[in-house]
């Protein structure tokens, strides 16, 4: 009985110590990180503009955007035509 006490009381110290090594060699910081590569807002493929409709609709586009001409909405996942008022 001693014997499987003290085994289990060891894994449970050796686990304990991997995890603590774990956390502390993966020096969480402020941002994302996939694969120890920092990811920032200048990576992303795309910039964004958020155009809110006279609804109160909230639309986001590419950062170039066509007055009168069919713009891609990304969030409702369609192609929308911007009109300047």
């Given at each position: 009985?001693?014997?499987?006490?003290?085994n289990?009381?060891?894994?449970?110290?050796?686990?304990?110590?991997?995890?603590?090594?774990?956390?502390?060699?993966?020096?969480?910081?402020?941002?994302?990180?996939?694969?120890?590569?920092?990811?920032?807002?200048?990576?992303?493929?795309?910039?964004?503009?958020?155009?809110?409709?006279?609804?109160?609709?909230?639309?986001?586009?590419?950062?170039?955007?066509?007055?009168?001409?069919?713009?891609w909405?990304?969030?409702?996942?369609?192609?929308?035509?911007?009109?300047?008022?």
């Amino acid at each position: 009985m001693e014997i499987l006490k003290l085994n289990t009381i060891k894994i449970l110290v050796r686990v304990i110590i991997f995890v603590f090594t774990i956390l502390m060699f993966s020096s969480c910081n402020n941002g994302w990180s996939v694969g120890n590569i920092d990811i920032n807002a200048e990576d992303s493929m795309y910039t964004f503009v958020e155009v809110l409709d006279q609804d109160s609709t909230s639309h986001f586009y590419s950062d170039h955007i066509r007055f009168n001409t069919d713009n891609w909405c990304f969030v409702h996942s369609r192609w929308e035509i911007v009109r300047k008022k």
